[in-house]
Antibody
Framework: EVQLVQSGAEVKKPGDSLKISCKDS????????IAWVRQMPGKGLEWMGI????????RYSPSFQGQVTFSADKSIRTAYLQWSSLKASDTAMYYC?????????????WGQGTLVTVSS | QSALTQPASVSGSPGQSITISCTGT?????????VSWYQQHPGKAPKLMIF???KRPSGVSNRFSGSKSGNTASLTISGLQAEDEAEYYC??????????FGGGTKLTVL
């Protein structure tokens, strides 16, 4: 069964950089699209974008284009979400989830979430 | 790319049926049969309940059903149970090959 295991909670200061991870224990990592979803405190879900670990193709939601960077290392079945300069407004729970072979497939498996807190 | 529109809250008594609407545009909900619904309990990751408008993943109760008419999709939960109390989110594939979520609906079982 597919399991997405995310890295632990982070507490950072504004301006810090950060890279969080999502490790896939399944066998279809390189043939599936991995999405990142933001949930700000007390708010709804926001689809940030996707990466295809097989060739590292990425697609960003217009709202997140230029704000974050997705990457993946298929040798260790891990996807990453990265910020170069965090803001307080980046404080949120971040989930990785799997779309499947095609990007129009639903998010069928989810990680447990990584809580990112940005505070001075 | 605006979020899909969902009612902020709905409620129902055990055993009753409720319907949650999800309104988009012809560039998302109305243009594709790729609408999914997720259930999220407090402090938990979302769970897929309905995909491709009206299909249920294995293991999801048949009390959950989905449909679509024009630019509006709907999730119906029949025979409400206490454990159905949660936040529900719709999401749709879009014309720019991205996905967009609805704002979420809090379901209260009275």
């Amino acid at each position: 069964e597919v399991q997405l295991v995310q890295s632990g909670a982070e507490v950072k200061k504004p301006g810090d950089s950060l890279k969080i991870s999502c490790k896939d224990s399944g066998y279809r990592f390189t043939n599936s699209w991995i999405a990142w979803v933001r949930q700000m405190p007390g708010k709804g879900l926001e689809w940030m974008g996707i990466i295809y670990p097989g060739d590292s193709e990425t697609r960003y939601s217009p709202s997140f284009q230029g704000q974050v960077t997705f990457s993946a290392d298929k040798s260790i079945r891990t996807a990453y979400l990265q910020w170069s300069s965090l803001k307080a407004s980046d404080t949120a729970m971040y989930y990785c989830a799997r779309h499947g072979r095609s990007s129009w497939e639903p998010l069928d498996y989810w990680g447990q979430g990584t809580l990112v807190t940005v505070s001075s | 790319q605006s979020a899909l529109t969902q009612p902020a809250s709905v409620s129902g008594s055990p055993g009753q049926s409720i319907t949650i609407s999800c309104t988009g545009t012809s560039s998302d909900v109305g243009g594709y049969n790729y609408v999914s619904w997720y259930q999220q309990h407090p402090g938990k990751a979302p769970k897929l309940m309905i995909f491709d408008v009206g299909k249920r993943p294995s293991g999801v109760s048949n009390r959950f059903s989905g449909s679509k008419s024009g630019n509006t999709a709907s999730l119906t939960i029949s025979g409400l149970q206490a454990e159905d109390e949660a936040e529900y989110y719709c999401t749709s594939y879009t014309s720019i090959a991205t996905w967009v979520f609805g704002g979420g609906t809090k379901l209260t079982v009275l």
